[in-house]
C-alpha cells in the first residue's frame, strides 16, 4: 500500500500562483493531478512518468508545471496565472504500473486526500 498525503492549496486572486505537494509512502511508478469542480467530473489535469515524461491538460498548457523528485517520492505542481475556472478541488493519484493517463482515472491504484484551490476574480 502506498499511501499519498497532499500538501499546498488554498486561496489566490486570478493571476496569482500556487503550488500543490504530493508525498507518497512508498515507490510510484507515475503521478497525476486530477482536479474536480463542484457539479463536475473529475478532470485529468497533468501526469508525470518516473523518467519525466509529462502530458498535461490543454486548459492547463503554459501555466501549471508538473514535476517530481524521486529521492523524496514527492511530486508538485506548480500553478501560475490562474484563472477563476481553475477552482476546484485538486486529488493526487499514483500508480506502481505504467498505464497513466488524462482520461483514466479509475485505473489509478492510490489517491490523495484532496486540496482545495480557490481563485477569486
Known amino acids: 500500500q502506498v499511501q499519498l498525503v497532499e500538501s499546498g492549496g488554498g486561496s489566490v486572486q486570478a493571476g496569482g500562483s500556487l503550488r500543490l505537494s504530493c508525498a507518497a509512502s512508498g515507490y510510484t511508478y507515475c503521478m497525476g493531478w486530477f482536479r474536480q469542480a463542484p457539479g463536475k467530473e473529475r478532470e485529468g489535469v497533468a501526469v508525470i512518468y518516473i523518467g519525466g515524461g509529462r502530458t498535461y491538460a490543454d486548459s492547463v498548457k503554459g501555466r501549471f508545471t508538473i514535476s517530481r523528485d524521486n529521492a523524496k517520492n514527492t511530486m508538485y505542481l506548480q500553478m501560475n496565472g490562474l484563472k477563476p475556472e481553475d477552482t476546484a478541488m485538486y486529488y493526487c493519484?499514483?500508480?506502481?504500473?505504467?498505464?497513466?493517463?488524462?482520461?483514466?482515472?479509475?485505473?489509478?491504484?492510490?489517491w490523495g486526500q484532496g486540496s482545495q484551490v480557490t481563485v477569486s476574480s
Open positions: 493519484a499514483a500508480r506502481t504500473r505504467p498505464g497513466c493517463g488524462l482520461s483514466t482515472a479509475v485505473e489509478y491504484n492510490y
